[in-house]
Each structure stands twice: as structure tokens, then as C-alpha cells.
């Protein structure tokens, strides 16, 4: 439904000289919209330009070759339906909560669709689950998205008792992890508060609607979830010999988890090989610096090919079927209620 001001389609207004002014504003508009989505890519290439760039080619070759290429691809396929199930089960809870009463199979689906425009980055993804439920259910995009703050509360929360127990863990201050539980604290506490003027903002109500309870409850059911996803950082690089003890990995695998989510590149593709080569060369087999270096990046890249490989077949398998067949029953659901 157009507004009386909607500009149609011709723009708002013609200047006095012309249209020319009217046109200029789209089309340098589409070209940094273009230039935006393409600049991820852009850095995911240099970054990966430039780790391989310093490598010893050969020794990077020799380690791959070492690899039992047909155990490491079904890794990485059971890693990414291990990580569906438990995302699944965590996350399916809080939209039941807020937004209607998904099914587990339905919600294992569109995530696992959602996986393909999860390629860009994580947000992506979480964007267009947001946005399907949001038509599917009926329910006002706002709130689609104030459950979604939620899943990410979750996820938050256990990142940040992840950390608070890796501090000491690995011989750090106990005041790094009395920061991290702070921060949790403080937020929590302002769920117990409830502003009334956060509270009835629709983006937030879902929210202080869970309150403290709820977010507990939706953080102890993501554990399985941070667990899978925590293993499946973490032991891929001992099929290239980089072997990091679990002390070391409580504290830096959290740090290479969340980097692949931020909306840099592409599936992590750089941030993740530049990190772990400056985490984790200690770690690797190599009489020289080369060696480790190549090992440490045959592990990244090659995890991060097989993870893409198999997401994207899996995605573009249920995207065929999660849009129309929940659509149908969210219609049919909208169908049957009194109105």
C-alpha cells in the first residue's frame, strides 16, 4: 500500500533543469549498494592472498596431501548436521516463546536453508530466518527480530562464560573473569528491572518477556550447541598436526569462533586463516616457521572449503523445500484462526 507521498515510480520530482539530478541519486545509490556487498569479498581475497603469499607452497601442498581426504569430508558433513541439530534445538525454543509454536523438523529445515545466504556471513542467515518466520507466522517484523536478539543473548551468554572459565583455566587473572560475569550480571539485571520504555518498545519486548528465566533457560539449552561448534573448531586442525591442548583451546578457539561471525568476509574466509596463524603457530609440527605456518593454513582453508561445500549442497537442498511447505502451513495456520 503507497503512502500519498510514495514518489512512484519516476522518483519524487523532476528539477527544473531535467530529470538528470532525479536519475544521478539511484544510480550512485545501486553502485555503493554494489560496492558494499562486494567489498567482504574483496577483503576475503587479500587476506587470503595474503596468508598463502608467504608461504612455503610446497610444504602447504605436502600438508594437505597428508590428509585422509574421504574421513576429513565426512567430518565436516557430520559436523554441520551435528551444528544444525543442536542450533535447532536451542533456537526453536525461543521462537515458540515469542513468535508461535514452530515445529523442531520445520525450524531444522529453514535453518539448514538458511544456510545458503549464510555463505555472505552469519547475519545474513539469521536475517532471513527473521524475516521467513516473521511472513510465514504473521507476526510484525519487529518482534521476528526482538526473538532473534534473544538467540543472540544466548549465544552471547555462553561465549561469555566460556571466557570467564578459560581466564583461569589457562593461568589467567581471575579479574578478566569476574568482567565477563559483570557484564552478564548488569544485563541481566536490567531484564529484572524492565524499563517501561524498553519494555514496550516492540523490537525489545521479547526480550524483557523471557526476562531472567527465560534467558537462562534459552542460554543452558544453546550449550549443546556451542559445544558441537566449539569441537568442530577446534579438532579439524588436529588432521594437519596442529595439536592444541584444551586449556589453550578454551581460551582461543572462542576468540576464532566468534571472528568467522563477524560480517567481514564471507564464511570467515581470511579473518579465520590470519588469526589462527597468529594463535596457533606454536602449536603445529614443523622443524621450520614455514612448515607451521603451512600446516596451520592447509587446516583453515581446507576446513573452510569442506564446511562450504557441504553447507551450500544442504541449503540449496531444503531452500527448495522449507519456503514453500512452511509457507503453506503458516497460511493454513493463519487460516484456522477466529478472526
Known amino acids: 500500500m503507497r503512502s500519498s507521498t510514495h514518489p512512484g515510480p ?6 527544473r533543469d531535467g530529470d538528470l539530478p532525479a536519475r544521478r541519486g ?3 545509490s545501486r553502485a555503493a549498494r554494489r560496492a558494499r556487498r562486494a567489498l567482504p569479498f574483496a577483503l576475503a581475497v587479500a587476506l587470503v592472498a595474503a596468508v598463502l603469499g608467504r608461504l ?10 597428508r590428509v585422509d581426504a574421504p574421513l576429513f569430508g565426512a567430518s565436516a558433513a557430520l559436523f554441520v548436521l551435528a551444528l544444525l541439530a543442536a542450533d535447532t534445538f536451542a533456537t526453536v525454543l525461543v521462537y515458540r516463546r515469542s513468535i508461535a509454536r514452530v515445529a523442531f523438523r520445520d525450524f531444522f529445515v529453514l535453518r539448514g536453508a538458511s544456510y545458503l545466504p549464510s555463505l555472505l556471513n552469519h547475519h545474513v542467515g539469521q536475517a ?7 511472513r510465514a507466522h504473521g507476526v510484525p517484523l519487529a518482534r521476528a527480530a526482538g526473538a532473534t536478539l534473544v538467540v543472540y543473548a544466548s549465544w552471547l551468554g555462553c561465549l561469555l562464560l566460556l571466557g570467564a572459565l578459560a581466564f583461569p583455566a589457562n593461568g589467567g587473572s581471575l579479574a578478566g573473569s569476574a ?3 559483570a557484564a552478564g550480571a548488569l544485563y541481566l539485571a536490567l531484564l529484572a528491572l524492565r524499563p517501561a520504555r524498553l519494555a514496550r ?12 528465566r527465560g534467558h537462562l533457560v534459552a542460554l543452558a539449552a544453546r550449550v ?9 573448531t577446534w579438532l579439524p586442525f588436529w588432521f594437519f598436526d596442529v595439536r592444541i591442548p584444551l586449556d589453550a583451546a578454551l581460551t582461543y578457539i572462542p576468540i576464532l ?4 561471525t563477524l560480517p567481514l568476509t564471507p564464511q570467515g574466509f581470511g579473518t579465520r586463516d590470519v588469526l589462527a596463524a597468529a594463535l596457533f603457530e606454536g602449536f603445529a609440527a614443523g622443524v621450520t616457521r614455514e612448515e607451521r605456518l603451512a600446516a596451520i593454513a592447509a587446516s583453515t582453508t581446507a576446513w573452510a572449503v569442506a564446511l562450504t561445500l557441504v553447507e551450500a549442497a544442504l541449503g540449496l537442498a531444503l531452500l527448495r523445500v522449507a519456503l514453500p511447505r512452511m509457507e503453506a502451513k503458516g497460511a493454513a495456520e493463519a487460516a484456522q484462526e477466529p478472526a
Open 179 to 181: 568482567l565477563l560475569l
Open 224 to 232: 549443546p550447541h556451542l559445544v558441537v561448534l566449539f569441537a568442530g
Open 56 to 65: 612455503d607452497h610446497g610444504a602447504f601442498l605436502a600438508a594437505l596431501s
Open 26 to 28: 539511484p544510480l550512485s
Open 257 to 260: 569462533m566468534v571472528a568467522v
Open 10 to 15: 519516476l522518483g519524487a520530482a523532476r528539477s
Open 201 to 212: 518498545t516492540r523490537l525489545l519486548a521479547p526480550l524483557f518477556e523471557a526476562g531472567v
Open 128 to 134: 532471513f530466518i527473521t524475516v521467513f518466520l516473521s
